[in-house]
């Protein structure tokens, strides 16, 4: 199957667009994230990514929505679209599709490991396979995720303790939500941020046990864990007997504290880490793979050691003649 990079990944045979940035006529949106997601034409995703969507930003006269549950198939004039867990967030979908030209599923981001708050990621055998690779070097091999869980309930409640609020600084989509599903029935009160809050209300819409918080006016922290967006670090600072902690796949980094000037830094990703990309790699049994978003030569260059077709979609392969 024929694949550009382009206005996000454009499948020309099929006249379709997976997670283009700027208006297409016939799209995919993987997941609801601002830097995937957008109106359309024709915009086809699932009824809880159209959600989170429209709780950010109203749908433009015009838009045509086409909602699915996950496994619903599709049927456009040129191809089916199926969409499948992908584990990243509420919603979030990798991209089934099929036509004369073959089979090609996109990834878009995803998780292999279990979450709180989302579906567990699915695969399916492919002939072209186009992933997103975002940790793809092999010094992001996270720890079990329960063990990074056990560790940010344990600094929080020391925190807490030592009287010091902890400031969780996590996305106000996906990774909070996560964070508000582990630290429900520990015992711990919990402040939001509003844009949190928001985002939440979306996810307890569709079925997701969140436990009690409440919305965080700038005062009420004291004796709670507090989680907002690390765009409010700054502000985190100057929060009154308050730690920052970062949240994040990127904390695996021995810099992460200083770069990001917290107290502490843990790994809690939604994204597959090194190891986990290969094992999705292997179970599709893609003939053809194509590497987008992160380390994408890296990765494409580890996966040809190991035998695979493999390349970095947009160029700038280096080739290895003796490997």
């Not at 694949?3 to 799209?27: E, F, M, T, Y």
């Not at 985002?199 to 709670?224: P, Q």
């Not at 670090?233 to 994040?248: D, G, H, L, N, P």
Request: aromatic residues 8%.
């Amino acid at each position: 199957m024929e694949v550009r990079l382009g206005n996000g990944i454009h499948l020309p045979g099929c006249a379709l667009r997976l997670d283009p940035r700027r208006k297409a006529s016939l799209a995919v949106v993987s997941h609801a994230h601002s830097d995937h997601a957008g109106w359309h034409s024709v915009t086809i995703a699932t009824f809880a990514t159209m959600d989170l969507m429209k709780a950010r930003k109203p749908v433009p006269s015009g838009c045509t929505l086409i909602e699915l549950d996950y496994g619903e198939p599709y049927e456009t004039e040129h191809a089916r679209i199926t969409l499948l867990p992908a584990g990243h967030i509420l919603g979030s979908a990798q991209v089934l599709v099929e036509s004369e030209e073959g089979s090609l599923l996109y990834t878009g981001d995803f998780k292999r490991s279990q979450s709180l708050t989302c579906e567990e990621a699915a695969f399916a055998k492919v002939g072209t396979l186009v992933m997103e690779c975002t940790f793809g070097h092999p010094r992001y091999a996270f720890p079990p995720v329960e063990q990074v869980r056990e560790s940010i309930l344990a600094y929080c409640r020391q925190s807490l303790s030592e009287g010091e609020s902890p400031a969780l600084l996590a996305y106000s989509l996906g990774k909070s939500q996560e964070l508000l599903a582990l630290l429900a029935g520990s015992g711990m009160e919990v402040v939001v941020h509003r844009a949190v809050g928001v985002m939440s209300a979306v996810y307890e819409k569709h079925g997701v046990d969140l436990g009690r918080y409440s919305v965080w006016n700038g005062k009420n922290h004291a004796g709670k864990v507090l989680i907002i967006p690390p765009g409010s670090r700054a502000s985190s600072q100057m929060i009154e007997k308050s730690r920052s902690v970062v949240i994040s796949g990127w904390a695996i980094d021995s810099g992460a504290i200083y770069r990001h000037r917290a107290q502490a830094a843990f790994p809690l990703s939604d994204h597959a880490d090194h190891g986990e990309l290969i094992e999705h790699v292997e179970e599709t049994e893609a003939k053809k793979i194509y590497t987008v978003h992160g380390f994408t030569e890296e990765f494409a260059s580890d996966l040809r050691v190991l035998g695979f077709d493999a390349l970095a979609l947009g160029g700038g392969n280096q080739l290895e003649l003796f490997r």
